[in-house]
Each structure stands twice: as structure tokens, then as C-alpha cells.
């Protein structure tokens, strides 16, 4: 009879959560619990109301919850039971001590690794799932290997490529799976056994097996590709606007090369997520500790880049109604760092709200996803600079009381000055702007984050439009120069 495999997975988050669902659809004889030090979220996955926002999430845990998938509190008992175990905690950017502004954090890592030397009793691969800087796997090999009491435990690291907002549909059909592993013959024994979970419904071709820093530093290394195609073409935003080029035709022709490639090539008030930045800044970190501060200072201009299309976005919309938006109602349509996620982490949403609060704008805000306590949470908390860590601003409880926080968006819009888009949920594309125009003061302004409008229409109402890397309507060009 051949032995039920177990899974456990470590970290009930944004990856932890849909990972875990997927394979437990596609492996019907797999059981799979995922745990987490935190009840609230453990007791959400068990409700109706999921912790997290993710189309077709819903019906995948439906269908498993109860059958082979498992949401729990008593992390020692299923890291005991289990022969494959994930860690997907959280792996934030350190904001204090060491590497501050730009190292990962490992707490949460570390405490895993130990709990799981603590209680193992019997062999167990332990998988990385959680983006690491590259070496991790070396430092929770150690702890395991020092507190083990002779217990076998092989490392393998499997990096997550989903993107939130598409998550069930990247792990259903994923443009490759990585796993690395040591190469012994213990370690490629290991590998393969995570590659038979897998093939439950990846084609072979797309599993790919390397060292175990070849695969650490992969997921580095996308994540910061992606994010530099967003500045790339961000860049070019900005020398679209001062030279009458149209950054989606350039876009669109440079993007027409095959070796270049259509995707992720539009312009917008920049990148967010939890991931761009903090996996960036890792990286620049471990370029700087191996002594390569060219490639260190090359990866930290793609983040320079954003936190300049943000503030480039504040500055146009401050400048182009006649340099001061104090006292006016300014809508915010989108606060989520994308569409479909309700996910707010480094949202540039955050980013361009306290621009304006700064200016002393009354901010009127709706996301279709988003709750008011997250909101009101963002905008309170510190802005934290990764470039000089020590000097944290607090937000005063008065500014941030500027903001408020609404449930559609004619309300938002309901006397506004202005309106920006910082998020491209496809509702927004089909509101009645000409209802919006009639009940907002005059001139209305529309500033487009991320291009979903159509900017003639809108015109023809009677708006004054600003679209990222667009010609510049009149009124725009005849306001001072921005930054
Ligand atoms: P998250 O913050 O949503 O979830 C992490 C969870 O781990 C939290 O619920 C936390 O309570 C739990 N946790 C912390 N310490 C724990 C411990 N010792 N034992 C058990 N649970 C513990 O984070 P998210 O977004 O799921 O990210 C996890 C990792 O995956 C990060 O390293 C991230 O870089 C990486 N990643 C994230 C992606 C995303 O789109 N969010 C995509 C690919 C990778």
C-alpha cells in the first residue's frame, strides 16, 4: 500500500493560501493542511468570507476544504505529520539594525526553521517557498542540521511566479515551476519527489530542476526584470510628455520586436505590491555585500524610477490646478496596487494620497475591494524611505483625517475638483462621466494613473485629461514644468 503523502505548508498568506488550494485540487491523494501563527487568518480561510480576494479562489478551496485541504492553528502537530513541508511567510524588507532599507527580514523564517527542528520526529523535505535572499537555504540547513537529533532533512527551494489578481490561473497553467535542490544524490531524490507533486498537472517541460542559488536567485531575478520593464517604459512616459510622443504607440512599436516582446509595457503611475521593491532592494543588498556596488546601484535606479513616476503624478496633479490643491476634494478611483487583489502593500496609491494630504487636499477614496480600516491604516502608518532609513516621517493624525473613505464612485466624485485613477479595475472604464462632470466643480480635472479612460471622450464632456506619457492637453502645457 502505498503511503498518503502529506503536506504541510507554513504561512496562510497571499501565496501560502492559493498554492496549497491548487495542489490539493489537482492531487486528490495528497492531504494538505496549511497552517499559521495567526488565528484570524486560519479562521477566515475556514469561513465564507476568505482572507483574501482572488478570482476563482473561492471555488477551488470549495471544492477541497474538508476533502484534502486543511486550514490550521496547531502548527507542531501537522509539521510533525508531514514528509513535504512549505514555508511561505513573510519575508518583509528590515526596517531597523543590519541591511536596514534593503535586506530581508528572516524572523519569521528562522522561527519556522526552528519550530520545525523542534518537533520533526521523522525525514522531511523542507521547501522554500517564501522569496529568500540567495544562501538562505545554507543558514536553514544549519539550524535544522544543529537541532535535529539526527533527522534527515533535505532543502529544496521552490519559488512562487504567481501574480496576485491572477494567481489561480498562473498555478493552474505556470509558465515553468523551479525547483532547486542539493546535488546529492539525497537532494536530487528530493527534488523529485516535489517534481511528482507538481506533474499531478504541469507537463514536464515546464519543471525545471537547478542548484539550489541558481533557483533563489531566479525569482530575484524576475521580479526585477518585471519591475524594470515598468520603469523602462515608465521612463519613456516622461519623455513622452515633454517631446508629443504617445508612450502607447511606443510602446506598442518597440514591444511589435520578438526579442523584446508586447508584455507589460504600459505606462502607469508606477509598480506596487509587496514583492517589486522588497525583492529588489534584496537583491541590490547582496550585490553590496559581495563587493558589486555597479550592479547594485544599476537595480536600485529601476525603484529610483518609481518613486520618481509617483511623485512626477502628485506634482502634475498639484500643478495643473494653478499649484495648489489646498482645501479641494481631490477623488481617488482605486487604491489596490492592481486590479482584482485587494492587496494594498506598497500600493502607489499610498504614495500619491500622502502627496496630496501633504498639499492639503481633502481626499475622497474608493476601491471596489479595499476596506476603510485598511485605508486609514496605510495612510496613518509611517512612510518608510528605503533610501535613508532613518528618517521616518509620521503622517499627523490631522492630515490623515483629510482622507476619507466611500463606497462608489459618484460619491467620491460628488464635488470634486479632481479625479485620479490609481487603479485599473474595469468598472472604472464604464462609469457615466458625464454624471461625474455635471456634479463636479469646475474646472474638472481626470487624472489618469493608468491609462483606462478614453481621454477624447472625456474631453468632449468638458474635462481637462491627463494620461501618463500622452500628448499634453493645453491647459497642461501651459502649467509650469514638473519635476
Ligand atoms: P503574507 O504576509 O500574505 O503571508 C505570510 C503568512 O505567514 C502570514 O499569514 C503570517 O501570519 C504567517 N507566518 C509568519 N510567521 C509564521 C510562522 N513562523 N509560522 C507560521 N506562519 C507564519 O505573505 P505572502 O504575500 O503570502 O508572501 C509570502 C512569501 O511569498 C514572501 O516571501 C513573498 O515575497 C513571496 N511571494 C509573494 C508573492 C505575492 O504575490 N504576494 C508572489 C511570489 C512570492
Known amino acids: 500500500q502505498v503511503k498518503m503523502v502529506k503536506i504541510c505548508c507554513l504561512g496562510a498568506g497571499y501565496v501560502g493560501g492559493p498554492t496549497m488550494a491548487v495542489i490539493a485540487l489537482k492531487c486528490p491523494s495528497i492531504e494538505v ?9 486560519i479562521a477566515a480561510w475556514n469561513s465564507d468570507t476568505l482572507p483574501i480576494y482572488e478570482p476563482g479562489l473561492d471555488e477551488v478551496v470549495k471544492e477541497c476544504r474538508g476533502r484534502n485541504l486543511f486550514f490550521s492553528t496547531d502548527l507542531e ?13 513573510n519575508t518583509p524588507t528590515k526596517t531597523r539594525g543590519l541591511g536596514a532599507g534593503k535586506a530581508a527580514d528572516l524572523t519569521y523564517w528562522e522561527s519556522a526553521a526552528r519550530m520545525i527542528a523542534d518537533v520533526s520526529k521523522s525525514d522531511k523535505i523542507v521547501v522554500e517557498k517564501s522569496t529568500v535572499p540567495v544562501k538562505t537555504a545554507e543558514a ?10 539526527g533527522i534527515n532533512f533535505q532543502i529544496l527551494s521552490n519559488p512562487e511566479f504567481l501574480a496576485e489578481g491572477t494567481a489561480i490561473k498562473d498555478l493552474f497553467n505556470p509558465d515553468r515551476v523551479l525547483i532547486g535542490g542539493r546535488e546529492t544524490p539525497a537532494g536530487q531524490k528530493a527534488i523529485q519527489a516535489l517534481s511528482d507533486v507538481y506533474a499531478h498537472w504541469v507537463p514536464q517541460d515546464r519543471i525545471i530542476a537547478t542548484n539550489l542559488w541558481s533557483a533563489e536567485l531566479s525569482k530575484l531575478a524576475a521580479n526585477a526584470f518585471l519591475a524594470q520593464r515598468i520603469s523602462s517604459v515608465n521612463a519613456m512616459s516622461a519623455l513622452c510628455e ?8 511606443v510602446a506598442h512599436a518597440v514591444g511589435k520586436d520578438t526579442r523584446i516582446g508586447p508584455k507589460f509595457l504600459n505606462a502607469s503611475v508606477g509598480f506596487g505590491g509587496s514583492c517589486f521593491q522588497k525583492d529588489i532592494l ?7 555585500c559581495n563587493g558589486l556596488p555597479e550592479v547594485a546601484n544599476y537595480w536600485k535606479q529601476v525603484i529610483k524610477i518609481n518613486d520618481y513616476q509617483k511623485n512626477r503624478f502628485v506634482n502634475r496633479v498639484v500643478s495643473s490646478m494653478f499649484n495648489t490643491v489646498s482645501g479641494k476634494k481631490i477623488a481617488i478611483l482605486g487604491f489596490a496596487f492592481k486590479k482584482d487583489t485587494g492587496d494594498t502593500r506598497e500600493t502607489p496609491a499610498i504614495d500619491v494620497c500622502k502627496g496630496l494630504l501633504g498639499d492639503k487636499a481633502k481626499i475622497s477614496i474608493y476601491d471596489p475591494q479595499v476596506t476603510e480600516d485598511q485605508i486609514q491604516r496605510d495612510l496613518s502608518l509611517n512612510k518608510f524611505e528605503w533610501d535613508h532609513p532613518v528618517h521616518l516621517q509620521p503622517m499627523s493624525p490631522t492630515t490623515v483625517k483629510q482622507a476619507s473613505v466611500v ?3 459618484y460619491s467620491a466624485t460628488k464635488d470634486a475638483h479632481g479625479i485620479c485613477i490609481l487603479t485599473e479595475w474595469d468598472e472604472f472604464r464604464n462609469l ?45 502645457k501651459d502649467m509650469p514644468a514638473v519635476a
Open 282 to 288: 534584496n537583491l541590490v543588498y547582496i550585490c553590496e
Open 242 to 249: 515633454a517631446t508629443g510622443a504617445d508612450v502607447a504607440e
Open 432 to 476: 457615466d462621466f458625464q454624471k461625474i462632470f455635471d456634479n463636479m466643480q469646475k474646472p474638472a480635472f481626470v487624472f489618469d494613473g493608468r491609462n483606462i479612460v478614453d481621454a477624447e471622450k472625456l474631453r468632449e464632456i468638458g474635462f481637462i485629461v491627463y494620461s501618463i506619457g500622452k500628448p499634453l492637453d493645453s491647459w497642461l
Open 140 to 149: 536553514i540547513e544549519k539550524i535544522l542540521m544543529h537541532n535535529s537529533k
Open 407 to 409: 463606497w462608489d464612485a
Open 77 to 89: 502537530k501537522h509539521v510533525s505529520e508531514a514528509d513535504i513541508i512549505f514555508v511561505s511567510v
Open 33 to 41: 493542511v496549511v497552517v499559521d501563527i495567526s488565528q484570524p487568518r
